[in-house]
Each structure stands twice: as C-alpha cells, then as structure tokens.
C-alpha cells in the first residue's frame, strides 16, 4: 500500500521533470536559431561578459539546471508552487541557455540557483493567518466583476479626458513613438491607478470571469484590454486577457504544471520554426522568444556585468532606499545600464522608455551584490504567499489565473521588487483580501 502511494506521488514528478527537460532543449533551439540568428548581431548578444569566460561553465550550469528540475517537479500545487514554476521556466532557464552558451556568468547562475531556492522555502513556512479575522466581507466575485469592469471603463475616460485620443495608436511598430508622450499626457495619478489595474486588477476580473463562464464580462474586459494598449502603446498590456486565457485553459486539465511547461516550449519552438520557414515574419516570434523569454534573462546579465565592476546603487534611486543614500549614478539605474551596454542615450529620444528594466534578481544584484538578491528572495518568497491567501478564498484555480501575469511579466522579469510591490497592484490585492466576504470551494486544487 504505502508502494502504492509513492508510486502515485512519484508519476507527477517524473512527468513535470520530462517536460522540463523538453522546455529546455525547445529553449535551447530558439536561442540557437532564432535568437543568434536574427539577434547574434544585437548588443544584447555582442556587448556583455568580456574576458570572464570559463570554458567549464556549461558543465556547472547543466548540474544546476538539474538541480532546478529536481527542485521543481517535487513541488505541490500551491498557487506559490505555480508562481515558482513560472519563474524557474522564465527568466532562470533562459539565463542558464545563456550562461552555458556563452560560457560565462557561472557564479551568477549560482547566486540565482541559491536565491531561487531561498524563495522557495520561505514560501512553504506557514505563516500565521493575515487577513481571516480581521477580513471585512464587503466583495464577492460578482461585485468584483462589476468592479472590475467599471474602474477600466473609469480609467479610460479618465485617460481621453486627459487628452489620451492624441496619442491613439494600434500599431506594435509605432509603440515607442507614441508611449512616451501617452505617459506623460496621463499624469502621475493617473497612471499609479492605471498601472494597479493592469498590474492585478484586470488580470483577476478575467480569472474570475472565465471560472463563472460570464461572457458579457469576458467581452468587456477584452474589450476595455485592447482599447488599454492603444491608449498607452505598451504592447504587454495587450496580452493580458490572451494570457489569463491560456493559463485558465490549462488550469483546467488534469496536469497543468505538465501542460503549462510543454505549451511554453511549444509556442517557442514554433515560433523559431515560423521564423526559419518565413523569415520576413520575424515580428511575432520577437513579441515572445525575444521579449519575453530571453530579454529579461540578458538584462539580468547586464546588472551582474556592470555591477561586478561598478558601485554598487544601495537602492539610491528606489523609493525603497527612502533617499538616505546619495544617488550614485545621478539617474535611474535601468536608464544607465540601457545606455553602457547600448551605446545610446535614451533621455533625450522617443525611445526612453526603452532602459534596460529588469525584476528582482539582476535589481537586487544591482543595489547590493550577492546580498541585495538574498534579500530580495526573501521578500519574493513572502508575496507569493499572498497568492496562496487569495487561493484561499476564491480557490487555487483561479487564484492562479489572476496572478499568473503579475507575477510572470512583471515581478520576476521586468520590474525591481519595491516598484513591483508598491506601484503594480500588490497593495491593490492586500485591500481585495481584506475586503473578499466568501471562501470558494468550487475549485479544486490544480493537479501537478
């Protein structure tokens, strides 16, 4: 009997540990023969990691790798659990493509590998619970959806009173032509709401909409998600309807750790594949391979290149840092990261916010070395923490679904961790576990 059970427990395990070796020969295939192919000429490939070569280092890193994979597919199905898995399959993997590649960043590689574990077992500590006592009881998922529907509705009259029809734009190629001067038409306010409701708000309205099949709610928010994107030209936003979608899809199946790891290394190798069959069609495959599986991972380079051999920021230019320390560099670090490894000077062009931005392990690297990412994994490992709260309320599933593209796009891959807590919804989702009035136990626990 007890063979019986570890035999049951050990089949999920061996599953996810196959396909994460799969996703990391399809992330492999697109570094060779799309990323080196199309980019191999770009600075984010050609500009980082001078003279710090190890010939051994794709040896090491492939022994860390099989440590991740280890470490993952013995994982549960916490929505912490999932949260940890999207970060191992995107920017970690990436960056060990990277680093045994390239044969350099070794010590890097195993920082993060550390950091990433610390992350981990912080988030299995049980913490007492936060928000059961003193919850209020005031939204449930219908009020929630009305919510969520008018505050978009809300936001973006708001942005064309503030003039946003100026800068209207459907156009991936003209993003950057028109997003400096939308910001900037929004005003400060404006935008902190914007990005709160893009951060996690919109995203949880859709995870709850899809779990109670509401379509006149599914229409509107797709529908308030497109007009979002034109009215700011951030073509991340626009996928954030399509990305609740699919992680709901696979949230529905009887493995969708399994299924979650296979499609991403799927959509990567068809996309390189698309790629090499038309190369005229090179835009599409970028939207994801490039800019989402392995910008983040370069960048995240980019702080352990420059910082290794620069002062460190001591978050000088963080409000986290409180301005007790004198900014060092005299302007945002992303800004001077973008401009040493690129050789251009975004401040004064349409391209500004083009800097090199990046999430908690090359920020945290960068503020404060090894320990400054230590520090950061602890705190990482605290706010995914929440998710588990939220997936106590509203069930694992959806929970998921809702966090899915905060803690995907944004807090693991493109934003320091302060801005990413106190600028992109964090807060946001502390006042919705206060103010959430019922527990749902319609969904059950995703599967491994």
């Known amino acids: 009997m007890a063979t019986s059970r570890k035999r049951r427990r050990l089949k999920p395990a061996v599953l996810l540990g196959s396909a994460l070796i799969l996703y990391i020969l399809s992330i492999q295939f697109a570094y060779q023969y799309f990323m080196l192919l199309k980019w191999g000429e770009d600075y984010l490939e050609t500009n980082w990691g001078h003279g710090q070569i190890t010939p051994s280092t794709g040896f090491f890193v492939s022994v860390l790798l099989a440590y991740g994979v280890f470490l993952v597919s013995r994982m549960g199905n916490r929505p912490s659990d999932f949260m940890h898995l999207l970060f191992f399959l995107t920017p970690i993997i990436p960056m060990c493509i990277i680093s045994g590649n390239r044969g350099v960043g070794l010590s890097f590689i195993l920082y993060v590998m550390v950091a990433f574990t610390m992350s981990y077992f912080v988030s299995c500590i049980s913490f007492k619970r936060l928000f059961g006592r003193m919850r209020v009881g005031l939204i449930g998922e219908k009020q929630y959806l009305r919510l969520s529907v008018l505050m978009g509705v809300g936001i973006l009259l708001w942005a064309i009173a503030k003039g946003g029809l100026d800068h209207l734009n459907f156009s991936f190629s003209d993003s950057y032509e028109f997003r400096r001067g939308a910001s900037e038409s929004r005003g400060s306010l404006l935008n902190y709401v914007l990005l709160n409701y893009v951060g996690i708000l919109i995203s949880l309205g859709f995870?709850?909409?899809?779990?109670?099949?509401?379509?006149?709610?599914?229409?509107?928010?797709?529908?308030?998600?497109?007009?979002?994107?034109?009215?700011?030209?951030?073509?991340?936003?626009?996928?954030?309807?399509?990305?609740?979608?699919?992680?709901?899809?696979?949230?529905?199946?009887?493995?969708?750790?399994?299924?979650?790891?296979?499609?991403?290394?799927?959509?990567?190798?068809g996309l390189t594949v698309l790629y090499l069959f038309f190369p005229e069609r090179w835009l599409v495959p970028t939207l994801f391979v490039r800019r989402y599986l392995f910008v983040p991972a370069y960048i995240n380079f980019f702080f352990w290149d420059f910082f290794s051999n620069h002062s460190y920021a001591y978050w000088s230019d963080s409000k986290f840092g409180l301005g007790i320390v004198e900014s060092v560099y005299g302007r945002p670090t992303p800004q001077v990261i973008g401009d040493y490894f690129s050789g251009i000077d975004f401040s004064n062009t349409a391209q500004k916010f083009n800097n090199a931005n990046t999430g908690w392990l090359g920020s945290g690297y960068g503020n404060a070395g090894v320990v400054g990412m230590f520090i950061y994994a602890i705190m990482s490992g605290v706010v995914t923490k929440f998710a588990n709260i939220l997936g106590k309320l509203v069930g694992n599933k959806v929970a998921i679904v809702g966090l899915a593209f905060y803690f995907f796009a944004i807090f693991f891959t493109s934003t320091d961790l302060p801005a990413a807590l106190l600028t992109y919804g964090f807060f946001s989702l502390c006042i919705i576990l206060f103010l959430w009035k019922q527990t749902n136990q319609r969904s059950k626990n995703p599967s491994a």
């Open 207 to 269: 995870a709850i909409a899809f779990s109670r099949r509401k379509i006149i709610y599914i229409v509107s928010l797709f529908a308030i998600n497109v007009a979002i994107f034109a009215l700011t030209s951030n073509k991340a936003y626009l996928f954030i309807g399509v990305f609740a979608l699919a992680m709901h899809i696979i949230l529905s199946t009887r493995s969708p750790k399994f299924y979650l790891t296979l499609g991403l290394g799927s959509v990567a190798v």
